[in-house]
C-alpha cells in the first residue's frame, strides 16, 4: 500500500513540560477524544518512552490501519534527554495516523523533535509549572467545573495545600465528595478535612501503617489530632494510602513495573512509588479488611457509638 507523503491531514501532538499533572491529564483527555472513532483493539498502539528506538517508532507511525479509518500511536513519557532521538521518526507521517508524544520532562522549542512535529503540521504543548496567580486560577476554574464548589473553597485549599496539582486536585475531590453526601461544607468543615501543612506528618503515618501499624503510627496520629485534625480525617486519609496500595498491588500482580503503574495513575510519582514498595509485601485480603475496619469506624463515630479519637487509637491496633 503507497505511503501517504501529504502532510496536510497529518494529526501530531507533543506534550511536554515540568508540570506532569497537566501533561498526564492532557494525554488522557486527547486519548479518549481520538479514540471514540476507533472500532478494533488494533487502532491504538501504546509504546513506552523508555528505550524507544527511532526505527520502532518509524514503523508504527507508517504503519496503515486495519480494520479502523486511523491509527493511533502513543509514545509514553519519552526521557527528555533521548526526545531528539526520535526526531527521524517524524519525517513522514501519513494522515491515517494520529500521533500522541508526552515527554517526561521538558524539552527546548529548537529541539529536533519539536521542530520535525511542527514541520509535520503537528502541534507542541508545553506544561509549565503553576505558581502564584496562574495556580490560584487553575485551581479556582478546576475546583467549579470539574468539582462544583466555589472559588473560595479553592483558595482555601490552595493556602494550606503544597503547590502541586495532584494534591490540590486529590483534596478538591475530597471535598466534592464531602459534599455530595448531603453535608454542609462550612468554613470551618473544609478546615477540617483539608490536610494542609501536615502533609509530612501524613506521610510519617502512612510510612507506618503497613503491613501493621507501628508504635510510631500511633503517636503520630495521636499529634495529628491534638493539633487540631480531626481523627475521622486521619482515619480518611489512611483509609485513601491503603485504597492507593490495593490498586497498586493489583497491578504489581498484573505484571506492571514501576514505571507503568506511576505513568497510568494520576497521583504524585512520589506517592505511587511508596505505594509500589509497600504493596511488595502487602496482602490483598488484609488491605480490603482494613479498609472495611475504618469504614466500619467512621459509622461507629458518626452513630455517636464510640468517641472519636479513642476509637482511632482502637483501629489502629486493630489493623
Known sequence: MPRATSRAGATALLLH???????DEKARATLEEWGKELVSDFGLDTLEGAGLAAARLQDAVLQAPFLDPYRVVFV???????????????????PTTRLLLTVAGRISAASKLAKAISTAGGQVEEMQHLKGRALGEWASKRAVERHGLTPAMAAQVVRVSPPDLSIID???TKLAAYKASGA????E???????GGREDEIFRLTDNLLPHPTAQALDIARNLTRGGMQPTSVAYRMARHIALVLAVKARQERGESLQQVQEDMSEHRF???KAFDAAQQANPDRLEQALKQIRDYEWEVKSGQ???ELGLDVLLTRL
Open 306 to 308: 464510640v468517641d472519636a
Open 189 to 195: 468543615v473544609v478546615a477540617e478535612l483539608l490536610a
Open 170 to 172: 486529590s483534596e478538591l
Open 271 to 273: 506517592v505511587v512509588q
Open 76 to 94: 509514553r513519557m519519552v526521557p527528555a534527554n533521548r526526545a531528539e532521538s526520535l526526531a527521524a521518526a517524524m519525517a513522514e507521517i501519513p
Open 17 to 23: 513540560g515540568d508540570e506532569r499533572f497537566l501533561v
Open 184 to 187: 454542609k461544607l462550612a468554613p
